[in-house]
């Protein structure tokens, strides 16, 4: 990728494996919260559909994907930060405390949550509302197979029937949608790390792009591309792995 324009001498790959990682991280932390909380509640949605807490879930979830990242990322700096003073906004720049040496201790280790907390709480506000519909749809489907009507001829208890024949056929679709997103919610952090000056690929970005680094440039944009293009090609290739009943049809 070649020598950063600015900086020269350093390599821009080398700048990018700096800054990518935290973005991995507050990413990763984000989207599995989200995914998790939204299989979750889609579930509840779909069995108790047509009930008050269906139509509450699924104003909110509605409202949820509408509103723009940044705007979660504003309001979360204004009301957390700001109104109930839960986070020093002033303080929370960068990925950790630059008095702290980089280690597996403690101190070290709640540092770099408290400075993601922020941008992972918006990722999760921001993705939770697709999951929870995403989940649903797929849930409600799956509710009407015939396989589930036999399990509850059988008299099996509601739990047992949600967990084991409902939920996991009912999540299948949404891991592939899983590791797509994780590509694309990659280049959407640019202006969520720049609102909370989160030292991650995003912010090394946009300071790219303010002194016209074109090298850098070029190299976080090939290393986003790249994720997008890996993640669906892995999506692909899991899937059968997951849903056997894909596998089994594709060999017919």
């Given at each position: 990728?070649?020598?950063?324009?600015?900086?020269?001498?350093?390599?821009?790959?080398?700048?990018?494996?700096?800054?990518?990682?935290?973005?991995v991280f507050a990413?990763?932390?984000?989207?599995?919260?989200?995914?998790?909380?939204?299989?979750?509640?889609?579930?509840?949605?779909?069995?108790?559909?047509?009930?008050?807490?269906?139509?509450?879930?699924?104003?909110?979830?509605s409202?949820?994907?509408?509103?723009?990242?940044?705007?979660?990322?504003?309001?979360?700096?204004?009301?957390?930060?700001?109104?109930?003073?839960?986070?020093?906004?002033?303080?929370?720049?960068?990925?950790?405390?630059?008095?702290?040496?980089?280690?597996?201790?403690?101190?070290?280790?709640?540092?770099?949550?408290?400075?993601?907390?922020?941008?992972i709480?918006t990722y999760?506000?921001?993705?939770?509302?697709?999951?929870?519909?995403?989940?649903?749809?797929?849930?409600?489907?799956?509710?009407?197979?015939?396989?589930?009507?036999?399990?509850?001829?059988?008299?099996?208890?509601?739990?047992?029937?949600?967990?084991a024949?409902?939920?996991?056929?009912?999540?299948?679709?949404?891991?592939?949608?899983?590791?797509?997103?994780?590509?694309?919610?990659?280049?959407?952090?640019?202006?969520?790390?720049?609102?909370?000056?989160?030292?991650?690929?995003?912010?090394?970005l946009?300071?790219?792009?303010?002194?016209?680094?074109?090298?850098?440039?070029?190299?976080?944009?090939?290393?986003?591309?790249?994720?997008?293009?890996?993640?669906?090609?892995?999506?692909?290739?899991?899937?059968?792995?997951?849903?056997?009943?894909?596998?089994?049809?594709?060999?017919?």
């Amino acid at each position: 990728m070649g020598t950063s324009i600015t900086s020269p001498g350093t390599e821009v790959i080398a700048e990018i494996a700096r800054f990518q990682r935290w973005t991995v991280f507050a990413v990763g932390m984000g989207l599995l919260i989200s995914f998790v909380l939204g299989i979750v509640l889609g579930m509840m949605m779909a069995y108790y559909r047509n009930s008050f807490l269906d139509h509450s879930l699924s104003l909110l979830s509605s409202f949820m994907t509408g509103v723009p990242n940044y705007i979660w990322g504003l309001l979360m700096i204004i009301v957390l930060g700001i109104q109930l003073n839960l986070f020093n906004v002033g303080e929370l720049r960068g990925t950790y405390e630059i008095s702290l040496t980089p280690g597996f201790n403690a101190e070290f280790v709640l540092s770099v949550f408290r400075h993601a907390a922020l941008p992972i709480a918006t990722y999760v506000i921001a993705t939770l509302g697709g999951w929870m519909l995403n989940m649903k749809s797929s849930t409600m489907g799956v509710l009407n197979e015939d396989y589930v009507n036999v399990a509850e001829a059988r008299g099996l208890k509601d739990r047992r029937i949600i967990t084991a024949y409902v939920g996991r056929n009912a999540a299948l679709p949404l891991f592939t949608q899983l590791t797509i997103a994780v590509g694309f919610v990659l280049g959407s952090g640019v202006v969520i790390e720049e609102i909370f000056v989160y030292w991650g690929i995003g912010h090394y970005l946009f300071q790219s792009i303010t002194v016209r680094d074109y090298t850098s440039m070029q190299g976080v944009f090939l290393i986003l591309t790249m994720a997008v293009v890996f993640s669906n090609l892995f999506a692909d290739l899991t899937y059968g792995l997951l849903d056997p009943r894909v596998r089994i049809s594709g060999e017919r």
